[in-house]
């Protein structure tokens, strides 16, 4: 990350290495704070352009703090979301099922004294 600009109500700084997929989901989590009057990213070159975010509001920096930290919680809601249930139990791992060779036994043995 790189700034580019830093005063007391704006903030522009370069994203190294970043898509749309974040720039897009900090700026929208960032015009949810009250304090920002103005967040916008542009990544001015499609294949070789990293994005800039800007952002224009009382405390920008903290502003962009909250919002890192408010969009890192629901990446993780979401990720035990996809590992519960469904009732918000996490699923733990399926074991081999065993049985399965044993019928297959039981199966066989059944075979073996009906001949």
């Known amino acids: 990350m790189k700034i580019i600009t830093d005063k007391k109500n704006e903030?522009?700084?370069e994203i190294t290495g970043e898509t749309h997929t974040l720039c897009n989901a900090l700026r929208?989590?960032?015009m949810e704070d009250k304090g920002v009057e103005a967040a916008?990213?542009?990544?001015e070159h499609p294949i070789?352009?990293?994005?800039?975010?800007?952002?224009?509001?009382?405390n920008p920096k903290k502003s962009l703090k909250v919002a890192a930290e408010t969009?890192?919680?629901?990446?993780?809601?979401f990720?035990?979301?996809?590992e519960s249930d469904g009732d918000g139990k996490?699923?733990?791992k399926k074991k081999a099922k065993k049985p399965a060779k044993k019928a297959a036994k039981k199966?066989?043995?059944k075979a073996a004294k009906k001949k």
């Open 71 to 77: 969009l890192q919680s629901r990446c993780d809601e």
């Open 28 to 30: 929208k989590t960032l």
């Open 11 to 13: 903030l522009e700084i």
């Open 107 to 109: 199966t066989t043995k």
């Open 90 to 92: 996490t699923k733990g």
């Open 48 to 58: 070789i352009g990293e994005p800039k975010l800007y952002l224009r509001g009382k």
């Open 79 to 82: 990720k035990e979301l996809l």
């Open 40 to 43: 916008a990213y542009v990544i």
